[in-house]
């Protein structure tokens, strides 16, 4: 008995409902991992970048390297937000009480903010189900809504301080726009394809290829008979018009967009150093796709970029080609990051759906098709479901953090420690606590907090190196990192490239000879996450 249209909505409206909160439990679930320390050095660069602009009133971030400019005016406003509130309850006396308390706990600033990309998290697995139905219907949206939900690799980073989200929020616009355009051709969908697109921009810079789905929409249409010559041109104005709107220091400070960018383009970082085109291409399926939809996923998504259910003409002129120009430049750059597959995620969700729909419309009753999608679709998701989870409480149990508490343990109070990470959690520890500075050597974290840590502070001294650690260090300045001991994170991954860093080692040599290998931390699956940390007793300068 065929149900009501009536009832049909309601089915679908509850079983999205279902699926949104399973997707906010999930990207709430261990969300303040590793506070008061910073885990992640670029979520550092994000929010002091965003303090600077409050703190000098201005609404140039001085940093363009992704560029990033939506999210830092993003952040700004939920710090504001925290302020004022702090403020407003008596919590704090003033905006400098508010520094002060954020500098000795970060997770003040740092919990609020994340919460907002959770959000933006959520809103990609609504908006992916919105696409979706566009593009196959009820079922193929819920589908994809549900494996985009339970993806360990979105999930990951809808908890982190980034632009790759976000980015994937104006991404999805984008795309729902361009397929407006596909069917009606007005300019005012032009228009808002190009701020989508300009939005998207704004925020990551290869975001910018959404607009793609617009030129290929007019392109379709044009295909079809239709004499709008237009389009592309409305598309590329409103682009333009936007990023300029959003981001206008990218021309006032260009000097500095020209010097970040110089930067992102660097050839070699540990542990992300590519390997070509096709050993990227390769790295990308066998790693996040692979580890965040397993075997079934990853079958069925192959499959559903080239078949499946729903409107295959609109997947194919105006959603495909996007999908591969975005795979292509990321597997063309020098470096690979799993975070760059995260805009790709919500069409990889979209394309595993086309392929499971598909593949039960070959069933023989209505009725066994009705249940075999979601049969399959549990078996599917419970193995995301379980990485999902594992990978959760390996965030919560850092390496970092675990060699926190072996310090706490073992070091004497008011031995000098050296640190490569943000570990704010050691600052009530009775430890002298000393951090890598680039040119200025290793400074005292009091002195360094004292003056507050600012995102152009550490350009200036880190003379353009990719991480602020000792392999950074001016050897003219490496003595001044000499501690009684020494937490470092990064030497192993300069020493698995000795003729790609050799200035590196040689620092790390030079600082840690003849120290005394005292502890070694390293990431286990399922049960702690983070680089492999090594713990190390330092000579004195005499011996």
């Known amino acids: 008995m065929a149900l009501s249209a009536s009832r049909q909505r309601w089915l ?310 996007f999908v591969l120009l975005f795979l292509a430049m990321i597997c063309a750059q020098s470096l690979r990051w799993e975070r760059w597959i995260v805009p790709l995620l919500p069409f990889v969700a979209i394309a595993v759906a086309r392929a499971l729909c598909g593949l039960a419309d070959f069933l023989p009753a209505h009725r066994m098709r009705g249940a075999a999608v979601p049969l399959a679709l549990v078996l599917l998701l419970l193995p995301m479901i379980g990485t999902a989870r594992s990978e959760a409480t390996e965030r919560r149990h850092d390496t970092r953090q675990i060699a926190s508490a072996w310090l706490r343990a073992h070091a004497p109070p008011g031995s000098s420690i050296l640190i490569e990470h943000a570990a704010f959690d050691l600052l009530a520890d009775p430890f002298a606590l000393r951090f890598p500075m680039g040119s200025a050597g290793c400074v005292k974290v009091p002195d360094l907090l004292a003056g507050r840590v600012s995102n152009s502070k550490v350009d200036r001294t880190r003379g353009g190196g990719a991480i602020v650690d000792v392999g950074h260090v001016a050897m003219a300045r490496i003595e001044s990192c000499r501690a009684d001991y020494a937490v470092v994170t990064n030497h192993l991954r300069y020493r698995a490239d000795p003729l790609g860093y050799r200035a590196e080692v040689a620092r790390y040599d030079h600082l840690l000879a003849r120290g005394r290998l005292r502890a070694v931390v390293k990431p286990s699956a399922g049960e702690r996450s983070g680089p492999q940390v090594e713990i190390i007793e330092l000579a004195p300068v005499s011996q």
């Open 12 to 321: 679908e409206r509850a079983a999205l409902l279902a699926i949104l909160l399973a997707a906010l439990v999930l990207r709430l679930g261990g969300v303040g991992f590793g506070l008061p320390a910073l885990n992640d050095p670029d979520e550092a660069l994000f929010v002091t970048t965003a303090l600077e602009m409050l703190e000098k009133q201005s609404l140039n971030p001085g940093w363009f390297g992704h560029p990033g400019t939506t999210t830092l005016y993003s952040l700004a406003l939920v710090i504001a937000g925290v302020a004022g509130i702090g403020i407003a309850t008596g919590r704090y006396a003033d905006a400098d009480a508010l520094a002060a308390a954020v500098y000795a706990d970060p997770g003040i600033l740092f919990l609020p903010v994340r919460l907002m990309i959770v959000a933006c998290g959520l809103l990609c697995v609504w908006l992916t189900w919105r696409l979706g139905r566009r593009l196959g219907g009820a079922r193929v949206g819920l589908v994809a809504a549900a494996v985009l939900a339970v993806n360990p690799v979105h999930i990951e980073y809808s908890q982190i301080i980034r632009t790759d989200v976000q980015a994937s929020v104006f991404i999805l616009l984008g795309a729902l726009a361009a397929l407006t355009a596909a069917e009606r051709g007005r300019r005012r969908d032009y228009v808002f394809a190009g701020l989508c697109a300009g939005l998207a921009c704004a925020t990551k810079w290869p975001a910018a290829a959404v607009g793609v789905t617009a030129l290929c929409a007019w392109a379709g249409r044009r295909a079809e008979g239709d004499r709008d010559w237009l389009g592309p041109f409305w598309l590329m104005v409103s682009a333009a018009l936007t990023l300029v709107v959003v981001s206008p220091y990218l021309l006032l400070d260009h000097a500095t967009v020209v010097q970040n960018l110089s930067g992102e383009a660097r050839p070699l970082h540990p542990g992300a150093t590519g390997e070509g085109f096709f050993g990227n291409l390769g790295w990308y399926v066998a790693g996040p796709l692979l580890s965040s939809l397993g075997i079934a996923g990853l079958s069925l998504a192959a499959l559903g970029t080239i078949w499946g259910a729903g409107n295959r003409r609109r997947w194919t002129i105006v959603i495909l080609p």
